[in-house]
């Protein structure tokens, strides 16, 4: 959205509605948006999602219901009439696309110019090796693979496709050709989804060029069918009786770091952020680094997403880090009192798109 647009848009937002898709984090965003007194609205396909009435503190106060996602353009007028600002997450953009998030004319807490960094690996990765981010090693030809590899589509979606191989014949045998993809090495270590939240309008704090890097949280996420396929016996055994390893998303689990490692985390964090004021103006609200720690203490990241992930649900009471900056605070609660700070002292233009 053109920023006179956006400026002249929340003129009259007075009063802000929360505004997202019923799915992903929703419930963690609604929550913390009415503990700070802000109204809430969800956007659901069909019919309000019953399994929300038995969450009464994360329920929207409002739902608006459409037939397809893709109406979701179509509701500028009615968002705007009630001083919505769409928080997004995962499924906001996936279930609408990157592209259309882009056009979509009512404001987005975050920066949408994001999307176009993040959304193709190679830009993703430009990006963040030009803060000084370690990423997995590429390889090019495949007839070199050396050591274990991940080989990823573009586009895939919560580890869908991907699969390992170990050497050519692996590759061969796993590819399917019709798709875009590239090959990385397979770091070996242990997993660690770090949550940050970076405000351009907060002053007090760890302290950025500009504004203040909170650490928020962190997880481990539990993937189907790897993490527990070891119990049936090796891979190469596993693939004989046509069980492949999946890394499909199914839960989350709550992680605390080794102490030492902390500056290391939030200085990723932080150079991460000034880079993307370099590049395309900024990165603000939550989002997460998505890392390997190897044997050697040193974090390998292979990708970054720029809003709330659903790995902060575990923390929607708080975590051992966000209980150490206010207690209670959760992602949720912290996007609710940006907009709420936001809004009090003018500066919804700083923090919306
Ligand atoms: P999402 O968009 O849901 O985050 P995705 O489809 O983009 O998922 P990734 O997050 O890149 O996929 O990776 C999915 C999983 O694959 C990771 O959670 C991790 O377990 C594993 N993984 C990804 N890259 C590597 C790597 N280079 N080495 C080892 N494991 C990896």
Redesign the pocket.
Known sequence: METDDLARIIDDYSDVTVTTVCSHSSLQIFHGAKKEGLKTLGIAVNRPPKFYDAFPLGKPDEFILLDSYAELMGLKDELLARNSVIVPH?SFVEYLGADKVVELDVPIFGNRGVLAWESDRKKQREWLESAGIKM?TLIEDPTKIDRP??V?YQG???????FIAKNYDDFEQGLDPTQEYNI??????T?Y?LHYFYSPIQEEGYQLSKGTLQMLSMDR?D?TN?DEMYKLGSQEELKRLGIYAS?V?TGNVPIVIRESLLPKVLKMGEDVVEKSIELFGGLWGPFCL?T?VTDQLEF?V??I?ARI?AGTNPFIGGSAYSEMIEPNLSTGVRIGQEIKMARDTGRLGDILS
């Not at 895939?156 to 991907?162: E, Y």
């Not at 990385?184 to 270590?189: A, D, F, L, M, S």
Request: hydrophobic share 40%; charged share 30%.
């Open positions: 995962g997995p590899v991940l990823k895939a979606k919560g580890g869908r496709g991907f990385q090495e397979y770091v070996t270590g997993r989804y996420r993937e790897i890394f998303v998505e390997i390998v292979f990708e997403s992930v």
